[in-house]
Nanobody, 124 residues
Framework: QVQLVESGGGLVQAGGSLRLSCAAS????????MGWFRQAPGKEQEFVAT????????YYASSVKGRFTISRDNAKNTVYLQMNNLKPEDTAVYYC?????????????????WGQGTQVTVSS
């Protein structure tokens, strides 16, 4: 069992930056693939980024590639999402998720555990 708690969301102007954190409970955090998803009002939840168990492999949605960076600190049981050059269309609730190690996952069905989400609002 893994419990995930996101933090770091807030209100920022377009072009600004935020860093989201996702703290995980449990001693097996380093064995999980981690992902970030987001859901804007009235839209489906969408994939943002994923990172493998060691942090050596990452994958991004095309809409955020080059602006967002996913990373993890296994010693702190935490995964991060650094978001730069934010745009109004990045406004959403951001969720972190944990899935089995072995691959990078873009589909939410591959993830077993989810956080409660943190709101990111980007003003124009």
């Amino acid at each position: 069992q893994v419990q995930l708690v996101e933090s770091g969301g807030g209100l920022v102007q377009a072009g600004g930056s935020l860093r989201l954190s996702c703290a995980a409970s449990g001693r097996t955090f380093s064995s999980y693939t981690m992902g970030w998803f987001r859901q804007a009002p009235g839209k489906e939840q969408e994939f943002v980024a994923t990172i493998n168990f060691s942090g050596g492999s990452t994958y991004y949605a095309s809409s955020v590639k080059g602006r967002f960076t996913i990373s993890r600190d296994n010693a702190k049981n935490t995964v991060y999402l650094q978001m730069n050059n934010l745009k109004p269309e990045d406004t959403a609730v951001y969720y972190c998720a944990a899935g089995p190690s072995g691959s990078l996952y873009v589909f939410k069905s591959h993830y077993n555990y989810w956080g409660q989400g943190t709101q990111v609002t980007v003003s124009s």
